[in-house]
């Protein structure tokens, strides 16, 4: 329902088109947390009865080159993209920083927000800066867009452990190879998914052939070193023994030096060739220092040692025993999806349906709850049926309506009163915490988004950016690996008998099915209950977490 990204950059020539948008501005170089606050406000917004394109207006200069120092990159450019693509983005302008610097707050505000863009809606950090030398701030934004009747949306900071999430604190945990809370900040897991290279092939020789990636100068620079990693390639999850590095060892062998630090992956489960391809592979764990082995027999060793040191951070021995994460589903879990349906019937009535008496609102709204189904529909037939037994000759396309419901039905997000209060108490045990949630993609991340759940989490997995679906176990499977956790010590909370009970349990994992409505349905051996409360007195006190 959703089309592909269009990115609009200076060298392609194409002229963006005369629609109204709402703009987020920043540099977005992570799309972490806090950028996906502010990028939020600029999806599915509506303004006097006009939609209004999500635009992102950035620059396509990294930060490195717009920075003193160093600040690479956290995310390629590939995985930023589809990042925005499952948020709902329509719009990525990357202009020209150098086209733009001179211009005073005023001059952006008029030549660009309302020239360029047509903005009807901006969203911007608490800490932005424009203009000439950085001269506005969020403040001057606000008065300067007032003179063109453009709304502005300052967003707050969003704080993850009393700290603002920022670029620069994500960036200072990947360089000390902190990657496992650097991937809660940026919402997802920290991954390398550059193209495959030719290497040397000194892996072969050593029985331990790796996947090349040369990381890109302006990319950040993990600490140098070897990392647990959780590869993902041809529908599977593997463990991986990653070197991010200089490759000390064969330094000095012809061929052995390398300009740019590399990162070299041996899936030790994989065989296959794999040149080319843009393989993604997540850090999991740092396991040690980048180090010179005095011969390629004692490199050889203790790369089969990294190896099952790898297998038991990813996947686990088999003999872990205790609770070390608490997993999640969303709708009828953590959110009372019928409460939040009932909100977005009151404002699709009320858009298209004004006319209608108080009752006959009530009756069309207790039809669209009925035959939705808790949401287990094919959604163009189901409005269609309903166009069709209201006689609403003049509706819009199903698909138009569909679409909008994709984007609004998240905005009235209604979590269950004891959820945010559970979830920080399961960190407070210290129990590491993630979703997996089915659904389209841009509808089950604006859920996350908007009701501020996400940064609870150490993980978030949607089904429609997966392509993989609950109840097949790899869905778990793969979620589990990317939080260095055995699916043996997750806890996976879910209302649904097949997708998450029977799903989670061929994983490996303990379902405990919550039924929060006392539907008539027990699944059997399956710890059971009726609110998230009730979590609380089936886990321990505090997690087994070791180091």
Known sequence: MFESLKVYHPDS????????RAVALGLFDGIHLGHRAVISQAIGREIGGCQLASCIYTFFQPPTS??????????????????????????????????????????????????????RQVSCGFNYRFG???????????????????????????????????????????????????????????????????????????????INQPLPPDFVYPRFGVYASCVET?????????????R?????????????????????????????????????????????????????????????????AVLGSGRETGI???????????????????????????????????????????EMLQRNNGGYVAYLEYFSSLFESWKWDDAPPAEDIYREFQLRFPEYSTLFSDAVPVLKELRRRGFRLGIITNGPSVQQNRKLDVSGVRPYMDIAVVSGDEQVHKPDPEIFRRTAARLGIPCSCCVYVGDHPVNDVQGSLSAGMKPVYINPFYTPVHPQGVPEIHTLTELLNLLPGQSELPE
């Open 13 to 20: 020539g194409e002229r963006l088109p005369d629609r109204p």
């Open 132 to 210: 000439r030398g950085g001269a506005g701030d969020a403040a001057e934004l606000a008065r300067l867009c007032a003179r063109w009747d453009i709304r502005v949306v300052t967003v707050p900071a969003v704080e993850v452990e009393g700290e603002p999430v920022s670029s620069s604190r994500i960036r200072r945990l990947v360089e000390q190879g902190e990657v496992r809370e650097a991937s809660r900040l940026l919402g997802r897991a920290f991954c390398i998914d550059f193209p495959v290279v030719t290497g040397q092939k000194l892996g072969r020789v050593l029985g331990t052939p790796t």
């Open 66 to 119: 717009l920075y003193k120092e160093k600040a690479g990159e956290l995310c390629s450019p590939a995985q930023k993209k589809q990042v925005l693509q499952s948020m709902g983005v329509e719009e990525l302008v990357e202009a020209d920083f150098e086209a733009v610097r001179s211009l005073t707050p005023e001059q952006f505000v008029r030549e660009i927000l309302h020239g360029l863009l047509n903005a």
């Open 324 to 366: 070390r994460a608490v997993l999640f589903d969303f709708d009828d879990t953590l959110q009372n999806r019928p409460a939040a349906f009932k909100k977005y019937t009151d404002f699709f009535l009320e858009k298209y349906f004004p006319a209608l008496s108080a009752e006959q609102k009530e009756q069309r709204a207790e």
């Open 234 to 246: 041809g529908g599977r999850v593997y463990h991986g023994v990653t070197n991010v590095g200089m």
């Open 248 to 312: 000390p060892t064969v330094a000095d062998r012809p061929g052995g030096p390398v300009e740019q630090p590399l990162t070299e992956t041996w899936i030790p489960d994989f065989t296959g060739d794999l040149y080319g391809e843009e393989v993604p592979v997540s850090l999991v764990k740092f396991l040690r220092p980048e180090r010179k082995f005095s011969s390629l027999e004692e490199l050889k060793e203790r790369i089969r040692r990294d190896g099952d040191e790898a297998r038991t």
